[in-house]
């Protein structure tokens, strides 16, 4: 039987790690959830990231995606906000 949900990790860095306070998260989510959605519940959960929302890129399975990427079952999902320093 098909399952309506999907289970994705989320690897956290900079600003986000720092928030959660862990690399990375394991999350379900419904079928169909796209990379920015996954970047508007992390900012749900800490309003302070949203600040970043306007600068984070977006990863999937190691390659840059646009916002709007469907999200599959067991993909690694990786926000990378701006990082200072050199």
């Known amino acids: ?10 690897k956290l860095f900079a600003a986000y790690q720092d928030a ?8 379900e989510m419904p079928v169909g959830t796209t990379v920015v959605e996954v970047c508007d519940r992390l900012i749900a959960e800490h309003p302070e990231l949203d600040r970043w929302r306007s600068l984070t890129r977006f990863g999937v399975n190691l390659q ?3 916002p709007q990427t469907v ?7 990786v ?5 200072s320093g050199g």
């Open 64 to 66: 840059f995606v646009e």
């Open 79 to 83: 926000l990378i906000p701006p990082v």
């Open 71 to 77: 999200l599959q079952d067991g993909d690694e999902v």
């Open 20 to 27: 959660y306070g862990v690399p990375e998260l394991q999350w």
């Open 1 to 10: 039987m098909p399952s309506d949900r999907l289970h994705i990790t989320v």
